[in-house]
């Protein structure tokens, strides 16, 4: 019986050694090991045995079905592993392709032209100050000496919340934010860029858009003051021979105004297309600083005078770069947006 059992191990260790997969494991545990298997037989042919052998093959059959149970747990342990291998080798990612590229964005051009717009202004020692784009009535008209009623408030027609409440249509109501802010002190030398809001909406007017605006407060400031600087800001912006040009207009919170045109770059003023034959081309509104205004903002107009200007930044931006509809700038297509 001895032999008969030595025999058995040989053939279950053989079989467990070329098992490929847990299932097949399962059948030789089931055909060496369960309960009709063949070293249970053994176990079953003990009582043919004297009772001198009975426990010696007792301890042989069980330490059998022990070695052949842990042998055949090692096959799986192994078989796992391999499995697991195989898996890993398969699903190996090459780190040393090459990634998908994401495309790299860039600044947007309004972003551009108002820093560079800044840059000049910051030059000449102007600080920039921001207000908030949901403004009063009292700042954006009110206190500009744009009573209710007043007829020019037609000229900027604009999103109410409520009676008091609108999103502004001028960057000018930082003009009187902040002078109420320095509380009389002098000089008030202010850039404020920043979006406004107007019912506009065609191909050069959209109801959004950015404007910059310039107020100087100082004593003795005059209308030349105001010209030198306009010509220095034309310069920079639009070339070394650019030339401005002052023609008077009306806006209720300057006194005297004025509109500015420059030279054409296009053409150099001969008269082209894009100046429409004029050779100047409209850039902004301006004047002297209304003395209401300082008033109602706690300056004395008697001791001190001041310009302020007011200009479109997405309209500078399609005169630089030769943008020919304002919309572009505000429609996110990637082949204009990455021409800058
Ligand atoms: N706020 C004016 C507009 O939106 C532009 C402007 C004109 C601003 C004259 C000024 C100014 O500061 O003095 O059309």
């Known amino acids: 019986m001895q032999e008969q059992l030595a025999a058995i191990e040989a053939r279950a260790l053989a079989d467990i050694a070329a098992a ?25 042919m003990m ?3 004297s009772p001198e052998e009975r426990p010696v093959l007792g301890a042989l059959v069980n330490q059998t079905k022990d070695r052949v149970e842990g042998v055949i747990a090692e096959r799986m342990a192994e078989l796992k592993r391999l499995a697991l291998d195989a898996r890993l080798a398969a699903e190996t990612i090459d780190v040393s392709l090459p990634g998908r590229k994401l495309g790299r964005g860039s600044r947007h051009i309004l972003s551009i032209v108002k820093e560079q717009m800044e840059d000049i202004f910051i030059n000449l020692g102007y600080s920039i100050a921001e207000g908030p ?19 020019a408030r037609d000229m900027q027609d604009s999103f109410y919340f409520s009676e008091r409440m609108l999103l502004r249509t001028q960057t000018s109501s930082v003009q009187v934010r902040t002078m109420e802010a320095m509380g009389g002190k002098l000089p008030v030398k202010i850039i ?16 959004m858009f950015h404007q910059m605006e310039g107020l100087l407060i100082d004593e003795n400031v005059t209308f030349a003051d105001l ?3 306009l010509l220095a800001f034309a310069r920079q912006m639009f070339g070394e021979d650019r030339e401005i040009r002052i023609r008077p207009s009306y806006f209720p919170f300057t006194e005297p105004s004025a509109e500015v045109d420059i030279s054409c770059f296009n053409c150099g003023g001969a008269g082209c297309r894009l100046c429409k034959g004029s ?19 706690g300056y004395d107009s008697e001791k001190c005078s001041g310009f302020a200007f007011g200009m479109g930044i997405e309209r500078v931006a399609m005169l630089k770069y030769a943008i020919n509809d304002l919309r572009l700038m505000f429609d996110n297509d990637e082949t204009f947006l990455e021409s800058f």
């Open 133 to 151: 784009q949901v403004e009063l009535d009292y700042y954006n008209f009110e206190a500009l000496n744009l009573p209710p009623e007043h007829p």
């Open 47 to 49: 009582g043919k045995l």
């Open 279 to 297: 050779g100047w081309i409209e850039i902004l509104g301006s004047g002297q600083v209304h003395p209401k205004v300082l008033q109602m903002s």
């Open 227 to 229: 010209n030198g600087t």
């Open 20 to 44: 490929q997969d847990a299932e097949k494991l399962n059948e030789l545990r089931v055909a060496y090991l369960g309960k009709k298997g063949e070293i249970t037989a053994v176990m079953k």
């Open 192 to 207: 404020s860029p920043g979006a406004v809001y107007r019912r506009d909406d065609d191909a050069t007017h959209s109801p």
